[in-house]
């Protein structure tokens, strides 16, 4: 139950801006809203948020000691439902089922000039920023961590060899990473969502706070219109 619960919690991390979070820091500006649609076309499509698009993820636990990857048989699914208006601009309806629920982890996502941003304006990938800092913030301590971790968002790994069951990809990461306190476990630690033009999510990795665990999800066969 305890284990059950934590990683509840930490799924609520990864998807959704912390309430816990202070000090606040946030980089560059909030990206303009978007265009007309010939001006966003210039824009890579890396996040293919149409309707009716689906990614099918296999689930890796990754050895702490050596780094090795081991298929836990268990498959996650990430679909498009719908698009959908939110004050005055068209969102897409993105999904995420986790086994063993059958409960989807929703999110509202759209292209503001080449960043993907949800209703909140959280900026969840950049195809043009391999600069700046999207956001930096504190979180903890809490019932997930007895840290205070530094966490900074920002985009790297530009065009990386990304190989998963579902081919070779070239992909850019989006980089979630912790920094801890002097005397902790771990220096840094770090989550990464890597896309691809015209593809979406390939691969997802994340840590899970103090805890030596780290989860991979790796694309293993999708749709996209």
């Keep these: 139950m ?12 990864v998807f959704t801006a912390t309430s816990c979070r202070k000090g606040n820091k946030v980089g560059p500006p909030p990206p303009p809203p978007p265009g007309d649609t010939a001006t966003n076309n210039q824009y890579a499509d890396y996040m293919a948020l149409k309707p009716g698009n689906y990614w099918i993820y296999e689930r890796y636990l990754l050895d702490s000691a050596n780094g090795e990857a081991h298929a ?19 969102y ?8 063993p629920t059958s409960i989807a982890t929703v999110r509202y996502l759209r292209d503001s000039l080449g960043y993907t941003v949800d209703e909140n304006g959280i900026i969840s990938f950049c195809s043009t920023d391999f600069t700046n800092a999207f956001r930096t913030y504190t979180f903890g301590p809490n019932a997930v961590t007895s ?31 912790s920094k801890y306190p002097p005397g902790a476990m771990w220096d840094t630690r770090e989550c990464q969502w890597k896309y691809a033009k ?28």
């Excluded at 305890?2 to 991390?13: A, D, E, N, Q, V």
């Design 72 to 90: 836990e048989g268990k498959y996650d699914s990430g679909y498009v439902e719908k698009d959908t208006i939110i004050g005055k601009y068209q």
């Design 198 to 225: 015209n593809i979406g999510m390939v691969s997802e990795s994340i840590h899970y706070a103090d805890y030596p665990m780290v989860t991979e999800r790796r694309l293993v066969r999708y749709k996209v219109k």
């Design 147 to 177: 840290n205070t971790l530094t966490i900074t968002e920002k985009m790297g790994f530009r065009h990386a060899i990304t190989v998963v069951t579902a081919g070779t990809f070239t992909t850019s990461t989006f980089r979630k990473i």
């Design 2 to 13: 305890r284990k059950t619960t934590i990683c509840t919690l930490l799924s609520l991390i």
């Design 92 to 99: 897409h309806k993105y999904c995420m089922v986790a086994l």
